[in-house]
């Protein structure tokens, strides 16, 4: 069964390091999303692509986040430097297209610590 | 002003009996769609029923159900027949229209336990 991929599962890092989040989303979907939840909160979007296009990343802290889909196809966030405040699970979801009736479907997340 | 509501942070259910969870909504668009989504401790998000703003049916998917009312912008899940595995977090979020880009706006969420 298709679904989204997330690597790695968990990071735990050290502040003002950079890490890296990749997300291979379902085949074929055009819309693609990066979320960042902490714990007992809703996720919050950060950037949302559709194709290789940021259609809305008014939520991304631009000056220590970053994320590009290139080829339209997969994605990666980085964050650099990590900050105590960046702990959090994200999460990467994909749909089909961009409309009111279309469910995302979620990868597994990164859990990431910063310490 | 919150757009999506779940006034229930917690809940204790007995293994088979039904639960509701409650949501609330709040739009200007009369295009949306509204989705419950559940997060098991591990962390993925599970997608479970859909409801249109325009579809004249409650939606219903095995043991979920989505009782949905419009003019009170409501859209309730129900849980028939708990069972152990339904404890997870539960999230209520909705899609409006192309304006915002059709983003999922999400509630804080339910914490859903099941007793046996």
């Known amino acids: 069964e298709a679904e989204v991929a997330q690597s790695p599962r968990y990071k735990i890092t050290e502040k003002s390091q950079a890490v890296a989040f990749w997300c291979d989303p379902i085949s074929g979907h055009a819309t693609l999303y990066w979320y960042r939840q902490i714990l007992g909160q809703g996720p919050e979007l950060l950037v949302q692509?559709?194709?290789?296009?940021?259609?809305?990343d008014s939520q991304l802290p631009k000056d220590r986040f970053s994320a590009e889909r290139l080829k339209g196809v997969d994605s990666t966030l980085k964050i650099q430097p990590a900050e105590l405040g960046d702990s959090a699970m994200y999460l990467c979801a994909s749909s089909f297209r961009q409309a009111r009736t279309e469910e995302a479907f979620f990868g597994q997340g990164t859990r990431l610590t910063v310490v | 002003a919150q757009k999506i509501t779940q006034t229930q942070p917690g809940m204790f259910v007995q293994e088979k009996e039904a639960v509701t969870l409650d949501c609330t909504y709040d739009t200007s668009d009369p295009s949306y769609g509204l989705f419950w989504y559940k997060q098991p401790s591990s962390g993925e998000m599970i997608f479970l029923i859909y409801q249109g703003s325009y579809d004249q049916q409650n939606a219903t998917e095995g043991r979920y159900s989505l009782n949905f009312q419009k003019a009170r912008k409501s859209a309730n899940l129900v849980i028939s027949a708990s069972q152990l595995g339904d404890s997870a977090m539960y999230f209520c979020a909705m899609r409006e229209g192309q304006d915002s880009n059709y983003q999922l706006i999400w509630g804080a969420g339910t914490k859903l336990i099941i007793k046996p």
């Open positions: 692509f559709q194709d290789e296009s940021v259609v809305d």
